[in-house]
């Protein structure tokens, strides 16, 4: 008895992360995708997750979107905001550290970048804390609290659930990841944005206009995790110091997936989200964090290059 | 002279900490007396910042980690144990520096952005922990009697002066450290660290000590902050906004600078805590917001930081004159006169290196295969092949940057095999690089000071001295002043040459010098090498240009395909059939035939 219990609530656990998961692997997408189109390591990527949580929770609120997809529109919009918002910031400030100008030098630009990218995330975190205060929100939808039920499984014993919200935060989750990957590596745009990103000296000869293409990379990276926020606003209390949390399970997902690949940080946010919630049967809530973090170190301590495969696959 | 002058730094110490508690004896409000206090802490913890990533250029994200650290001891100690922070704090210092070791040896195996993303995750990882063990808010208790034993002033001036002396004493730190050969080899380890380890510079050692350095002053700092606080919790020790506060400071002020920091904490703490006061019951987070302003501003605007943008505009105006006269100077290299008569010694029977069965293959390819060779004292011997022959990696293996598969390097009593770069050039063998590895921000002297630390373990004036001798016998003593970033590749390669003559080496390894310079250029190097040549330098050069190695070499070592083709006399060496079909080719022959 007692034992199936405990694979109830593994599998329960395993379930719970995978849903979770999801969303943490499209919002790794759009952090290894700006890592791995611009060489830009973003460290206000958290602050624009939790700018889409902002955005999918006033849209759905402005435009009374409470039914069962309403969430996912308002998440979707609030990505084409967080679009416009990161090729603003791209034009106004990024361009200023990144690109052309610091191809080959010291460091590739990294150090400015960083301490760019950490002003930018301060001013938004603190901003959206003047403009939206600290309660804590959430998207209120009938899905959030409902499941639905697969089983009974062995005999009668054993009941799983699948959030209804997760459920659907997932499924848009694998389909738009699947859609960015198709446009970076099908479409005539996407290729040429991966020249630029592999030498942008070369992509201006070829007559590709750097500047923009990163102008691009950077917005559709926002987008991408900006969308994520939204979906896991549905579910998911937040506050505007919340991009802290994330940014560290963003990078810990990416790093583990090898920085600069867009499928492998999928697989990673999706890794990262299966330990948070099955080291949940294991260890107090309160360590669940902790045991991100814990896990990021061992990971980046002795396989920086990540998990899957020796050679980092540039998007 | 010293290294970098800081003039009188503990007279400008005394009397900015004298100016700075005359201000605050004026101030009676409570609220700024409070600022008073804390504006020395977070200067602190921009010094220690600093200290470790301003100089050596490693990025932390997670000062926060030690500052909490500090805070925590104190505050639990005293509220465990009864112990006062006078105590407290000293022992928060210390376990602040093991923390520093336990963090820094296994994170510094990590470059770049890798580093910086770990060092993120550490006082992150401390947050819950603390949480989880149960201290969200610790307070200690109130001492009635005698309180000032357990750092419990009556007059909020009395913490302004314990604060002021921490502060003080950081600065003094950090001021020795820039001005003598730590600061200076971390500054070359951050511009260059192949060229740092390369010219002797032990990098894993100089790292461990700026961090543990580090350590202890923001452990200091965080433990006071506790003292006058009362009240800690993991968010406001360990949070991000404590990491970035620290590098904040740092890089608003001037990094790698001594008061950089000082600067930085003494502008934007009042600035964001009176706004805080001012506005802070309606606008919440407007510290953050001022913070992010300020390090957007500096970084578009001043990525030096406040302070050397201030000191450059001030030179500009007083001292553009002397700038254009050092620039004419430096143009010419004024090599030494030569006694006249001087001969060159003998070629001496002993032998300095012996390569035995050398072998480095790089998955199926073979760079070098069971090369054996010898160099006597005051032998120049050349290293002669086609491009990919091996030469390069054969110097890489000799002096450690590449491990060798098998075979042994001996030199002197010792086995080469095995060691560090740092350790095989502080032994005696110099080396330059292919590519010239100049530290481009610092000064021509600077660069080859750091070569001379490897000769002169101890006193910095003496390795100065040394420098200069070095510079005076490649002909740039005219240059020291100038920027490496602005010379010339001849220059550059003088410099480097005098960044590895600085370091008294046994024997010199030259990796194509000659490479990528003009005849004339040709000349002049090749005078400067003949000349250590005739002071009985022992030389191995590398080279491809086969007119000039016959004029300077003794021997000729022929490599092809990673193996030995041939060795002896040039005049020998270059009638060899072998070599002739393999490396030179008919033209050559013919040519030699003449």
């Known amino acids: ?101 610091v191809a080959g030098t010291e460091g590739e630009g990294h150090y400015p970048q960083l301490i760019l990218t950490l002003g930018i995330s301060l001013v938004l975190a603190n901003g959206a804390l003047i403009l939206f205060g600290n309660t804590p929100l959430s998207i209120r939808t009938p899905y959030a609290g409902s499941a639905w039920e697969l089983g009974p499984l062995l005999g009668d014993d054993m009941l799983l ?80 110091y919340i991009g802290l949390d994330f940014v560290v399970i963003m990078y810990a997902g990416v790093v583990l997936g090898g920085l600069g690949s867009m499928i492998g940080a999928f697989w990673g946010g999706l890794v990262i989200g299966l330990i948070q919630q099955v080291s949940t049967l294991f260890l107090p809530l309160q360590l669940q964090n902790a045991m991100i973090f814990l896990v990021f170190l061992l990971i980046i301590l002795f396989r920086p290059q990540g998990l899957f495969g020796k050679n980092v696959e540039r998007v | 002279m010293k290294l970098d002058q800081e003039p009188n730094l503990l007279r400008t110490i005394i009397l ?77 210092t210390l376990a602040g520096v093991i923390a520093s070791v336990l963090v820094g040896y296994p994170t510094f195996k990590l470059r770049g952005v890798y580093f ?157 805590e009176i706004l805080h006061a001012e506005l802070g019951n309606q606008v919440h987070g407007i510290h953050g917001v001022v913070f992010g302003l300020a390090i957007i501003a500096m970084i578009l605007y001043a990525p030096e930081g406040l302070l050397p943008r201030v000191r450059d505009a001030w030179r500009r105006r007083s001292g553009a004159a002397d700038q254009s006269a050092a620039e004419a100077a430096r143009r010419t290299v004024q090599l030494p006169e030569v006694a006249a008569g001087a001969e060159r010694p003998p070629i001496g029977d ?120 070095a510079l005076d016998r490649v002909g740039m003593l005219a240059h020291e002043k100038v920027l490496a970033g602005g010379l010339n590749s001849l220059e550059l390669r003088l410099m480097e040459l005098a960044r590895v003559l600085a370091g008294q080496p046994q024997i010199l390894l030259l990796d194509e010098t000659l490479a990528g310079l003009g005849s004339e250029e040709i000349e002049v190097i090749l005078a400067v090498i003949r000349r250590l040549a005739d002071e009985g330098q022992t030389i191995v050069i590398i080279e491809h240009t086969m007119q000039a190695m016959v004029r300077i070499a003794d021997r000729f070592l022929v490599l092809d395909h990673g193996s030995v083709l041939a060795a002896g006399k040039p005049a020998e060496v270059v009638r060899d059939p072998a070599v002739i079909e393999a490396y030179l080719g008919k033209k050559w022959m013919d040519h030699a035939k003449h």
Not at chain 2, 358 to 366: D, E, M, N, V
């Open chain 2, 116 to 272: 910086s993303l770990a060092m993120l995750a550490y006082p992150l990882t401390l947050l819950y922990i603390f949480e989880w063990l149960g201290y969200q808010e610790v307070t200690m208790q109130m001492v009635r009697e005698n309180s000032w034993m357990y750092m419990q002033f009556s007059s909020q001036y009395t913490y302004i002066i314990v604060s002021t002396v921490l502060v003080a004493t950081a600065v003094y730190v950090s001021g020795r450290i820039h001005a003598s050969r730590f600061g200076l080899s971390l500054t070359a380890i951050k511009q260059n660290e192949a060229a740092a380890e390369g010219a002797g510079v032990d990098a894993a050692a100089w790292k461990l000590r700026a961090i543990m350095v580090s350590g202890a002053i923001a452990a200091a700092a965080g433990g006071y902050y506790a003292v006058v606080l009362i009240v800690v919790t993991p968010p406001s020790v360990f949070g991000m906004i404590a990491s970035a506060q620290a590098m904040i400071m740092a890089l608003f002020g001037g990094v790698a600078t001594v008061w950089g920091p000082v600067i930085g904490a003494a502008v934007l703490i009042p600035l964001s």
């Open chain 2, 350 to 469: 002993r032998i300095v290196l012996k390569v035995d069965d050398l072998s480095r293959a790089f998955g199926g390819l073979k760079a070098v295969s069971n090369v054996s060779f010898e160099v006597r004292q005051g032998e120049v011997l050349g290293i002669i092949g086609p491009n990919g022959a091996g030469k390069t990696t054969l110097f890489n293996l000799l002096n450690g940057f590449i491990r060798a598969d098998q075979g042994s390097v001996q030199f002197g009593d010792n086995q080469l095999i095995g060691l560090k770069p740092n350790q095989v050039c502080r032994l005696g063998v110099g080396r330059t690089f292919q590519v010239v590895r100049p530290f481009p921000r610092m000064t021509v002297l600077q660069n080859v000071v750091v070569g001379a630390f490897a000769a002169e373990q101890q006193n910095d004036d003496r390795a100065v001295e040394l420098a200069r001798q």
């Open chain 1, 161 to 240: 659930f699948f959030n209804k919200a997760r459920t659907v935060a997932l499924v848009v989750s694998v389909l738009v990841a699947v859609a960015v990957y198709q446009f970076v590596h099908r479409t005539r745009v996407g290729k040429s944005l991966r020249a630029a990103a592999d030498n942008p000296a070369a992509a201006t000869y070829m007559g590709i206009d750097v500047e923009r293409s990163h102008r691009i990379s950077f917005g559709i990276g926002a987008a991408i995790t900006g969308l994520a926020g939204g979906l896991i606003a549905s579910y998911y209390p937040f506050q505007p």
């Open chain 2, 16 to 92: 900015v900490a004298i100016a700075y508690l005359a201000f605050a004896w004026l101030i009676d409000d409570k609220y700024y007396q409070l600022i008073l206090t804390i504006v020395p802490i977070w200067a602190m913890m921009g010094i220690a910042w600093n200290v470790f990533s301003g100089y050596s250029g490693l990025v932390s994200f997670g000062h926060a980690a030690f500052f909490g650290i500090g805070a925590y001891t104190v505050a639990l100690a005293m509220i465990g144990f009864n112990l006062s922070p006078w105590f407290g704090i000293p022992l928060g």
């Open chain 1, 1 to 101: 008895m007692s034992a199936v219990i405990f694979f109830e609530n593994l599998f329960q656990a395993v379930i719970a992360g995978l849903l979770i998961g999801s969303v943490y692997g499209l919002m790794c997408v759009g952090l290894g995708l700006i890592f791995g189109l611009m060489r830009v390591i973003n460290f206000a990527q958290g602050e624009f997750l939790m700018l889409g949580m902002y955005g999918a929770f006033y849209l759905c609120t402005w435009f009374g979107l409470s039914s069962a997809v309403g969430p996912v529109i308002g998440a979707v919009f609030s990505g084409v905001l967080l679009y416009l918002l990161g090729m603003g910031l791209h034009k106004s400030l990024l361009t200023k550290a990144t690109g052309i100008k």
